[in-house]
């Protein structure tokens, strides 16, 4: 006999493997989410999905409080709620959602901090160029704030996902969704250099493929030895403030807008992929979002001063 994982979470969940190409990690916290669910109008409510009432929701989420469970995973979990109930509906399986009067826990947001960019040069200039080492960081922390992609996104970079002539990174981002992103002229420069004079050395040590950026042993880069390099060159250069590759991300993103460039432009290049935003988002031309870069990246306008 079939339990309610089986009868209820199993077609949710195989639904939105198939139609959502969500990433595997987020499926998996739908499943598991569902499933906790499921267990507690089981074990506890004694009630099936189909009779649930926007009190047991409220119910429900209160005991999640009580076990320990931050605002943000109480958001999470009832944002799963939302779509399980939004899937049977569409099925025809139920008339209504229980969901729909519930209003989400309030979050506290904790902003990554942002360097200035005095800050960001420094760190960009402390690698010792007169080492392969230093020249591979300096092309790997221009490339990261001149993109602003994520960890995940640059150690899993491709040589030939970067088009240097052309000023563009093909990123595949969360969810295995595709983009193109802008490279600015002073991130392709160091970029080139480190492809021409350093990687094909690095590549005779190890098996990394066509991955762009090796480590010393010529294997992929880590997020975890991408994060320990950046924290290392930033307390050379004492920056005090706590910097990770998501700080070069968020400074990339608000240097962006304080320079007056367009929020959905860096919306767009930093690839957000949250379900409840996504709609809002408009196709925007790639020739536009290199102007944004050429004309509102600080990297940018120093190249173009220093021409002029």
């Known amino acids: 006999m079939q339990d ?8 949710f969940v195989h639904s939105i493997m198939l139609d959502r190409g ?11 989410d569902v499933r906790r669910f499921l267990s507690y109008l089981d074990h506890t409510a004694g009630i099936s999905p189909a009779d649930v009432q926007d ?11 009580d076990l320990g469970l931050a605002a943000s995973s109480l958001a999470r979990n009832l944002s799963t709620l939302r779509v399980f109930y939004r899937f049977w509906v569409g099925e025809g399986r139920l008339k209504k959602d229980p969901t729909l009067l519930i209003e989400s826990p309030k979050m506290a947001r904790d902003l990554p901090q942002v360097l200035e960019f005095h800050e960001v040069e420094a760190l960009l200039n402390a690698p010792t160029l ?8 300096r092309a790997l922390l221009e490339f990261m704030y001149a993109s602003g992609m994520r960890v995940s996104e640059t150690v899993q970079c491709r040589q030939h996902d970067v088009m240097l ?4 990174v093909r990123v595949m981002g969360k969810g295995a969704k595709e983009r193109l992103v802008p490279l600015g002229q002073i991130a392709a420069h160091w970029t080139a250099k480190y492809q021409e004079n350093i990687r094909p050395g690095l590549s005779l040590k190890g098996h990394a493929g066509d991955i762009l950026f090796l480590s010393m042993r ?5 997020r975890v030895a991408v994060w320990k390099l950046i924290k290392a060159y930033a307390m050379k250069v004492q920056i005090e403030k706590t910097v990770s590759p998501h700080t070069l991300r968020h400074s990339f993103a608000t240097h962006l807008l304080e320079g007056g460039a367009d929020l959905r432009a860096v919306q767009e290049m930093l690839g957000h992929s949250d ?6 988002y408009t196709h925007l031309d790639r020739a536009y979002l290199k102007e944004v870069i050429q004309t509102f990246h600080p990297r940018e306008q120093a190249a173009f001063h220093a021409q002029s």
């Open 130 to 137: 007169e080492t392969a080492k230093g020249l591979r960081d």
């Open 55 to 65: 009190a047991q929701i409220r119910t429900y989420l209160a005991e999640l409080t």
């Open 22 to 32: 969500l990433s595997e990690n987020t499926v998996m916290a739908y499943e598991r």
């Open 165 to 168: 002539a052309e000023g563009l």
């Open 218 to 222: 010529g294997k992929p880069l880590t």
């Open 275 to 280: 379900i409840a935003t996504t709609q809002i």
């Open 4 to 11: 309610t994982a089986d009868i209820w979470g199993q077609p």
